[in-house]
């Protein structure tokens, strides 16, 4: 199996360097590296360069078109039987492609989605954003801990489909809104098997402050309305729940004047949540600052996640 790793990148040299690193360090060596420079004014031309001796890479430069279509072009270009995407700010682990390369073989996979992780040599900040990210207390769960890895809809930071399954879709459809939980909606119901690779895990550094962590969290609900269009099935229950939870919390003056008794009870399923978050955190991280500062990125992601969902729903709504 020959795989063609596809890199999309946006003025972010120093992070392509540590992803090539990690690359460079893999079990698995059958692959080659395609980076696809979207419009960048910072390039990473030069790194690259350093890289070329060390595995076989392509570089190519295009305008601005955002990343989906920036994949599209590379898997165009790519000489591989199964394509490997990953975000530019990730860091593979030694073994992850020999994870892949033996789950795609004994499970027979067309396309797959991995989970992320934290490193430890992470900032604080980007260790609550990844528990907060992945904690089943913000149906963060859903990204790499389902029961069923059939259920799994691969995030575009660390997915993979075969050649076949690329030609059959064409990739891509919607840049910037969504468009891989689209495209694994879409190869599903094609046909093609699809499933989440626990241990093909990847370390993403995420590289936000508090401010960009919650306006990326309102376009990820904005996003899941998006992909409704193309698949109205796409909303379940789950996607559901941080607006519940942005309602509940807005009702609770509401609540406070007119039903005190139900005040209360929200005052205290809340403060449970708050224990949860922190205790888990803090142990997961080793971490009793870590442990704090995952309680307001959660409550900012579901915040924001509901606040993007009601407000593209309203939209979509009146555009009837």
Not at 119 to 147: D, V
Not at 252 to 260: N, S, V, W
Not at 294 to 302: E, M, R, T
């Amino acid at each position: 199996m020959f795989f063609s790793i596809i890199i999309p990148v946006y003025n972010r040299p120093q992070e392509i360097k540590e992803l090539l690193e990690s690359l460079q360090n893999q079990t698995f060596q059958n692959f080659e590296v395609i980076i696809v420079e979207d419009g960048s004014t910072i390039t990473c031309e030069e790194i690259c360069k350093e890289f070329s001796s060390v595995f076989p890479l392509k570089y190519y430069v295009q305008r601005n078109t955002g990343q989906g279509f920036a994949r599209n072009f590379g898997m165009k270009e790519a000489k591989g039987d199964f394509f490997i995407l990953l975000d530019s700010d990730c860091i593979a682990p030694s073994h992850y492609l020999k994870v892949v390369a033996e789950n795609l073989q004994i499970r027979r996979l067309d396309a797959f989605g991995g989970p992320d992780a934290a490193g430890e040599n992470f900032s604080a900040l980007q260790k609550a954003i990844n528990f907060s990210m992945t904690s089943l207390f913000t149906t963060g769960g859903i990204r790499g801990k389902l029961p069923d890895p059939s259920k799994y809809q691969a995030r575009g930071y660390n997915m993979g489909l075969s050649r076949k399954a690329f030609e059959a879709t064409q990739g891509f459809v919607d840049p910037n809104k969504g468009e891989d939980i689209e495209l694994s909606i879409r190869l599903k119901k094609l046909g093609f098997k699809l499933e989440l690779i626990q241990d093909a895990f990847v370390y993403h550094k995420r590289r936000n402050t508090f401010w960009t962590f919650i306006k990326q969290s309102y376009s990820f609900g904005k996003n899941r309305v998006n992909v409704s269009r193309f698949h109205p099935e796409a909303i379940k229950l789950v996607h559901l729940l941080p607006f519940f939870f942005l309602l509940g919390i807005f009702s609770l003056p509401g609540l406070f004047i007119f039903r005190e008794n139900l005040f209360y009870l929200g005052v205290f399923v809340l403060g449970l949540w708050s224990v949860g978050i922190i205790v888990t955190s803090s142990i997961e991280n080793r971490s009793f600052f870590i442990g704090l500062l995952s309680l307001p990125v959660a409550f900012g992601q579901l915040l924001a996640y509901g606040a993007g969902l009601a407000s593209e729903s309203l939209r979509k709504a009146s555009k009837g």
